[in-house]
C-alpha cells in the first residue's frame, strides 16, 4: 500500500475549473444560445426555435448589413413604455447609417428604391414616412411585419443595443441549420 498522497485538491479541481471559465467567457463574449419567443420572424424563425448568437461582430463595430438577424436589448422608447429592459428581441436589419427608409403602398423603400429581397411573404398593411437612419442607428423589421412589435413603432434601433447576429438554429433538429440572411428561393410557380 501506497503513502505518498494524492494530488492536492486545487490541482484536481484546476482542470474543470478553467474549462468552466472558458464555457462562461465564452458565452459571455463570442456566443450565446437563444430561443425564439414570439412570431415576429415568421417564417423565418418560429415560435421556440432554439438558435445560436454570436456576439463578436456587434462587440468589434463591425457593419451589420441589411438582411443581417439581429438580437437585441429592448430600445429605449419600450423601455420608456415600460418593457423590460433586460429583454432581448429578435428582427432582421433593413437599414442602415444613412440610409432613406419608408413603407410605403405596402412596400419597404430604402434609399428610394424597393428593398429586394424583402425577407417577408406579405404586403405590409401600414405606411412609415420617410426617415433617414443616423449615424450608430439600424431600422429592424421583423420577418412577420403587420405582427411585429419593431422599429416600425418605436423607430430606429441605437447601434450599441445589439447583442449579436443570429448564426445557427439547433433545435428543431429538422430545422437545424444556417440562418439565412437572404430569403429562400421563390417556390416555382405553374407551368
Known amino acids: 500500500m501506497s503513502t505518498t498522497p494524492g494530488r492536492p485538491l486545487w490541482r484536481r479541481l484546476l482542470g474543470p475549473l478553467l474549462w468552466v471559465a472558458l464555457a462562461l467567457a465564452l458565452r459571455l463574449w463570442v456566443v450565446e444560445p437563444r430561443w425564439i419567443p414570439s412570431g415576429s420572424m415568421l417564417p423565418t424563425l418560429q415560435l421556440q426555435d432554439r438558435i445560436l448568437v ?8 463591425l457593419p451589420l448589413a441589411p438582411g443581417t438577424v439581429v438580437v437585441f436589448h429592448a430600445p429605449p422608447a419600450l423601455v420608456r413604455a415600460g418593457y ?7 428582427k432582421r436589419v433593413v437599414a442602415g447609417p444613412g440610409d432613406r427608409i419608408e413603407v410605403r403602398d405596402g412596400r419597404l423603400l430604402r434609399n ?8 417577408t411573404p406579405v404586403t405590409m ?5 420617410p ?3 443616423g449615424d450608430d442607428e439600424l431600422l429592424v423589421l421583423g420577418d412577420n411585419r403587420n405582427a411585429s412589435l419593431d422599429s416600425h413603432l418605436w423607430g430606429p434601433l441605437p447601434r450599441d443595443a445589439v447583442i449579436g447576429t ?3 438554429r439547433y433545435w428543431p433538429l429538422e430545422r437545424f441549420g444556417r440562418i439565412r440572411s437572404s430569403p429562400p ?3 416555382p410557380g405553374p407551368s
Open 166 to 168: 443570429a448564426l445557427w
Open 84 to 90: 423590460d429592459p433586460d429583454a432581448a428581441l429578435i
Open 54 to 61: 454570436e456576439k463578436l461582430r456587434p462587440r468589434l463595430g
Open 125 to 129: 398593411d401600414y405606411a412609415l414616412a
Open 185 to 187: 428561393e421563390p417556390l
Open 131 to 133: 426617415l433617414r437612419v
Open 112 to 119: 428610394d428604391q424597393p428593398v429586394d429581397p424583402d425577407w
